[in-house]
């Protein structure tokens, strides 16, 4: 092996006003080495690695890269030195046309100008070698998730690096589009080209990384080869403690009996042009309903439809028994129904305003008496929530855009959970949520399921949807295609329908 | 089932677009058939290229406006940088031409660069900045014009005055002028890396900082276009008018700005055309050239008009970019 390590971090500090995000981090980076980087959420992983790549500058500490100290000032800068990264929330801007976001900053030219014809054209077979076909002229925020993190990654390959940084880059990928990041990652790294990858999925860092190192609060409490430590040592050194159980998910695994009487949510008939086809089903009080389907298969459409925050054609929705007058986001929050969105960015989470006022923030209208809202209530309920989630902030005033991704869904889970709604619909509720925290949500909808909401769950993560749900309705290309229920549910069966279906 | 759900919404969201690009177009189309139905006097070619010589001015400075606006910014300085670059090209074309274009040049693009760095590096607002050298500007035009009470001649002999008068083909050469700046700021725009800078910027700051673009260099530079336009604007108006008019500029900050959102151009930056900021300044031209033309109408009806169709432009604007945010 090379005696210089590529990347070569030494004592690196990084105060924010109120924590120590980094204190002491050492790391080195061989060339061709697939490095996992992983912590709970708020241990200081992204902080780690905005200050390696000049997003922030370090308070202390030597950072050195292919041989020579470097201290970069810009992302620019770390991007010409060769290093390519992928930041935690997908960074491209969503008003631009897919192929000039591929391109920025290294666009085709012919005679000093962009050569465009060549820039979509290239953008289409470069997209297309990572799955994704779609018109690459249409704006960037057209595209699902996933496709927009394919394009993220097709940009920071495209980057001649001899270093790629992923920042979570599977989290809202799909497991046809985890296995051409996976073959991209390999071909990367039997080209020489070193990766840091961090992510919470475990399962992955076990199929993908050589070396290991894990931050807790901070500091490095481990780092030496993945294959010498097994999943729960690493769980438990992650988490400061044992996880207990057995590790993969905290669903209690005997299915839950439905609660007798009618049906506490019904959606009939939904219909929305190329998107829905008249979708129905409906769940019982403290029953778990799984929605299962690939990507683009209508799943979180459906969901949107049924709290209005995505009008259809046709279709009605009852609530208790009681059918909605008109589907709009308003009359479902007066209804009992409180949705967790997928995008948090887009859909939620508001970054300017603090830790408080964001968990508070759907519940107002049921806090107020004569129109004032007791703050010492809401204390009360931002207390609870902070707790029982483990959110890692300094202070319930702290803003919220200075989280870290995976308390920011936190925060987001506590505003609907918080509404103490008689329906539920989470989409993707555990997204960049650390194993511990994890456990946590997921025994935590169990425990409501229990106390007699109605759940809507969806999960692209196949083991939590079976596991979690009591009976998965499973829908393609916007329809209902089958169902399974009660010992029917398990990942094999589920894998069958979508086939087959 | 036959059309994949993309296809059709893609289709939706093109038309969209392109409403929101080329409605000012449609809207400016609609209103010079109208006019010219309705009073004869209205589709002569003497009215047309009266129109087009008033617009070009407009145009230059909307240009400008057009860049910033898009890179999420606001410029309110360009009203007292177009009248002092004016009042500048006036009094120094006493020492001949190249001066006259010179010396308004250099002043009014410092103030932009002053601008663009109070903005870009000390992450001040925009809109307090601009405010704040629009005020600057004004004082410094009324400190060499003795509070205005001096207008300065531009000499009846000097080339300059030219520049402002001369025709071609029956058209002002500030037309041409305003014709080619455009299509130079549009390929700009488009095909440039600059023009995709700006967009990236409007579009999300941090995102674009963290592909790498020089946020802070992109921003001072367009600034310092913003009050190069202004100032040459002011000055191609001093050469027509053969002298620097003080009171000249008073809201035209605010002109270009209605000109460029009812343009099509997000006011929150991200997305725009020079394309729809030349219909948009045309369009603005020709309701006040209707409003000349009704004559018993007094101009305050022409703020009304021009006030109604920005508040149906920004509601039609923001319609649109639900409709094509809904998928
Ligand atoms: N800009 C900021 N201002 C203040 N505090 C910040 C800022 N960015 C991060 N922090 C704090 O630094 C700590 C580490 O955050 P970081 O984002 O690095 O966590 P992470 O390990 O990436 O977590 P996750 O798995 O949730 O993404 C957190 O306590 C966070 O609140
Ligand atoms: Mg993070």
Redesign the interface.
């Known amino acids: 092996m090379d005696s210089v390590p590529l990347l070569s971090v030494r004592g690196v500090c990084k105060r924010f006003p109120g924590v120590l995000a980094l204190q002491d981090v050492s790391l080195d980076l061989p060339a061709g080495q697939v490095h996992a980087l992983v912590g709970e959420n708020g241990a200081g992983k992204s902080t780690l690695i905005k200050v390696l790549t000049g997003v922030h500058r370090a308070d202390e500490g030597e950072i050195a890269y292919d041989g020579r100290p470097v201290d970069f000032h810009q992302p620019k800068q770390a991007q010409q030195a060769g290093i390519s990264t992928i930041y935690q929330e997908v960074n491209l801007i969503p008003l631009m046309s897919v192929a000039r976001n591929l391109f920025l900053g290294r666009e085709p030219r012919r005679f000093g100008l962009i050569d465009l014809p060549r820039m979509n054209r290239e953008a289409s077979e470069t997209l297309a070698r990572y799955g994704v076909h779609v018109d690459v002229r249409k704006p960037l925020r057209s595209l699902g998730l996933g496709a927009q993190q394919m394009v993220a990654l097709a940009r920071a390959v495209a980057i001649d690096a001899k270093l790629l940084i992923m920042d979570e880059p599977t989290s809202s990928l799909e497991p046809r589009e985890v296995e051409t990041l996976f073959g991209v990652v390999r071909e990367l790294s039997q080209r020489h080209i070193s990766i840091l990858y961090v992510s919470h999925r475990l399962d992955e860092l076990y199929r993908l990384c050589d070396e290991v190192t894990v931050l807790r609060d901070g500091r490095v409490v481990h780092t030496g080869p993945l294959a010498a430590i097994d999943k729960l040592t690493l769980i438990s050194k992650m988490l400061g403690r044992d996880l207990g159980g057995d590790g993969v998910t905290k669903f209690t695994h005997d299915r839950r009996a439905a609660l007798p009487g009618p049906p506490q949510l019904r959606a009939e008939g939904m219909d929305k042009r190329n998107l829905l086809h008249d979708i129905s089903f409906e769940v019982r009080r403290g029953e778990v309903v799984g929605l299962g389907g690939l990507l683009g298969s209508g799943r979180s459409e459906t969901a949107k439809a049924i709290v209005g925050a995505l009008p259809v054609d046709r279709g009605s929705v009852w609530v208790g028994g009681r059918r909605l007058a008109r589907l709009s986001t308003a009359a479902a929050i007066k209804a009992g129904m409180a949705m967790l969105p997928e995008d948090r960015k887009a859909e939620g989470i508001i970054a300017d305003l603090s830790v408080r006022e964001n968990i508070v923030l759907a519940a107002m209208p049921s806090l107020h008496r004569a129109g004032l809202v007791s703050r010492r209530r809401q204390d009360q309920i931002v207390d609870v929530f902070m707790k029982r989630l483990r959110i890692k902030a300094s202070s319930p005033q702290q803003r919220v855009g200075e989280l870290s991704g995976g308390n920011q869904q936190k925060v987001l889970l506590a505003r609907w959970l918080c509404l103490n709604p008689r329906v539920l619909l989470l989409d993707e509720p555990t997204r960049g949520i650390d194993v511990g925290a994890k456990a946590e949500v997921q025994a935590l909808i169990d425990e409501l399921a229990r106390a007699g909401l109605a759940v809507v769950l969806i999960s692209s993560d196949l083991e939590e949807l079976v596991e979690g749900a009591d009976r998965v309705v499973l829908l393609k290309a916007g329809a209902v295609v089958g169902e399974l229920a009660g010992d029917q549910v398990d990942e094999h069966a589920v894998m069958g329908m979508l086939a087959h279906g | ?1 036959t ?4 296809a ?3 289709r939706r ?1 093109l038309v969209a677009g392109f409403v929101q690009r080329h409605g000012a177009l449609a809207v400016l189309a609609l209103s010079v058939v109208t006019a010219s139905l309705v009073f004869e006097s209205f589709a002569s070619f003497d009215n047309a290229s009266g129109i087009a010589i008033q617009s070009s001015f407009l145009v230059i400075v909307a240009i400008g406006m057009t860049f910033v606006i898009i890179c999420g910014g606001i410029d309110l300085s360009v009203g007292s940088v177009f009248a002092l670059g004016g009042v500048l090209a006036a009094y120094a074309s006493r020492w001949g031409t190249l001066p006259a274009l010179v010396v308004p040049l250099a002043v009014c693009g410092a103030i932009g660069l002053l601008n663009g760095v109070l903005i870009a590096r000390l992450r001040l607002a925009p809109f307090i900045v601009t405010l704040a050298s629009l005020l600057g500007a004004r004082g410094l035009l009324l400190s060499i014009t003795d509070e205005g009470a001096s207008t300065y001649l531009v000499p009846r002999e000097s080339s300059f005055v030219e520049i402002g008068r001369g025709t071609l083909w029956g058209l002002g050469y500030p037309v041409f002028l305003a014709l080619a700046l455009a299509a130079l700021a549009g ?1 700009v725009l ?4 600059f023009g ?2 700006i ?2 910027i409007g ?2 700051q ?9 946020v802070a260099r992109m921003k001072v530079l367009t600034y310092t276009l913003s009050g190069l336009l202004a100032g040459l604007a002011g000055t191609l108006n001093a050469a027509r008018l053969g002298s620097g008019v003080t009171i000249l500029g008073v809201g035209l900050e605010l002109d270009a700005i209605a000109a460029v959102v009812i343009g099509g151009t ?1 006011l929150i930056g ?2 725009g055309t020079i394309s729809g900021t030349l219909s948009g300044v045309l369009l603005l031209g020709v309701i006040q050239n209707v409003i000349n033309q009704i004559g018993n109408l007094g101009s305050s009806y022409q703020l009304v008009t021009s006030g109604a169709f920005l508040a149906v432009v920004v509601v039609v604007q923001t319609y649109l970019s639900r409709t ?4």
């Open positions: 089932m059309v994949p759900a993309d059709v919404s893609g969201e390929l488009q095909r440039s890396r995709q800078s967009f990236a579009g999300s941090d995102a674009a900082a963290m592909m790498g673009v020089p997000l991200g997305a094509q945010r809904l998928h």
